[in-house]
């Protein structure tokens, strides 16, 4: 078994330890990691969900750095409907209900995805002018209506209900988190 | 006495419509004897929750912006014991609940959880899957249920919508003594009708005072052909239909005001196939709601339901099966529907004939302005000259005016 499956009195330890090293922007996988590291959290702190972790992890693979970033993405809220903030495999001893622990790596882009849609659209709603403005090359500034919105469009998307059974990535034109993680690149 | 707030935080499809209508039409009885329901309007505890957990709700979720802040300032404002109930704050993460039991201020804080047998709820939850626009088979619906993963958008939903032990995990139950969590468990078919509202009368400390209790938004169910109707219906409509048009017409109109009133009709039934997978859930939720020792109110053997009957009316095969049901009950909705559209249609001429009333004065209006503005120019050409001066008095003096 890996070091990310063992529950045991040290697996809290070392998921903080796990939060720690994604705020300094690391990007080991939760099953990778077997080190126990210091944690400013208070005892009985909820860990971030494995949703919110595994998309902190990519942003740091995509190297997206801003002051501020890890902190918004680890208490972010999943946008819409589906599986509630879930709890990393090994953490806690496996409860005979409730929704079952996960390796976030596994986790479908669709659920990292209702993560950033909620980070895009907050960013979005503190400078609604941001859907009207881009920044050219030569450093500076003119209006370009439409441009940025066209390139969120497949993020936002994901804000309008899918009336159908599945997660739908109701993406018009490329990678939905890719579309995301780039936003947050620029504008995070 | 110490402030005290009640929050109730689910489940769906356990007489919490009747609750939440009771404790809104009767807030101002309520507060006479201390205890605060704080809405304005009838669905304001269900925009704050919206608000809260940021979910798309066909729309509505426009006019929840901000609900969830005046909520809980209000909650922080009121004095006595505070009631906030809607059952979709079952779906709140553990962050979620964390930070709005923070925002509802410092009290002594009772979670309270109504809770029904899942032999009940499932078919329930389906239904209403489908009266909110689902296509989705009641088959491929009890499979997505089975699945470990519960990863799709049913699944997920339902489980985090229904699962008892786990809503309270969530809403942090463990950190509160187990006196102060109360969970509410409705009563078996065949039971008095008033005793689940008796039951939340004496958890929220509501006995005794004189309530009316006559429900006017009762979430009502539909029957097999019925449901499969509408069904039908949402995957006809699915690209033609915005949400403002589906809720008056198909919700409302259609589900809740004619579909819901055919009692006669084959009501919809956890198949018994599924009933050994379900009794062994409801195991589980009932060992550990007894280990933590939470107030019931009821009984937790209520939570294994009835074992569902041998003759099962599959709403996926009605149409082929029973066909002549789905058309009795397709002739009521056309019937409502054309209803409608005559009510329709005489409110649309008669405001025609308004805008043409409306028109006719506008034009006449105009047309007394334009005679008033052509007099006040022959006036102010003839008072320019001694002629004409003499003319304008010649003018009043027949008219009996003196200027």
Partial sequence: MSA??????DSSARAWGWVAHLRDGGTTPWLAWSTTGSTEASPGDPLPGAQQLELLRRLNLAGVRSPGLADRVLAADATGRGRPDLELVGVAEPLPYGFAPVDPATLSDAELLRVAVGLVADVLARAPDLTNRDTPEDGGERQVPGQLARRVRPVLALLVEDPDERLALLSAAGDPLEAAIAFLREHG | MAKRIFLHVGTPKTGTSFLQDVLFRNRELLAQHGIVYPADRFDAHFLAAVDLLK?????????????WADLAAKVRAAEGTVIVSHEILAVASAAQARRAIADLGEAELHLVVSARDLVRQIPAEWQENV?????ISYARFLTALRNPRRSGR???????????PDILRRWGAAGLPPERVHVVTVPQPGAPRDLLWQRFARVLGLEGLPLDLTAERANVSLGVPETALVRRLNRATRHSLAPDVHRPFVLELLAHRTLAQRTGSPRLTLPRREHRWVQETTETWIAALEKAGYDVVGDLAELRGVRPPRRHADPDSVVTTAPDQVVDAAVDAIAALVEEAARLRRREVDLERELADTRHQLAEA?????????????VARLERGGAGRRVLGAYRSARGRAE
Avoid: C, I, M
């Fill in chain 2, 154 to 164: 049913v699944a997920s939903w339902f489980w985090t919508a229904q699962e008892v």
């Fill in chain 2, 366 to 378: 105009r047309n007394v302005s334009v005679r008033r503005r052509a007099a006040e120019k022959v």
């Fill in chain 1, 4 to 9: 990310g499956t063992d529950s045991g009195p």
């Fill in chain 2, 55 to 67: 979910l798309p709700w066909g729309g509505l979720e426009a006019d929840a912006r901000g609900a």
């Fill in chain 2, 131 to 135: 009266k909110y626009r689902s296509e």
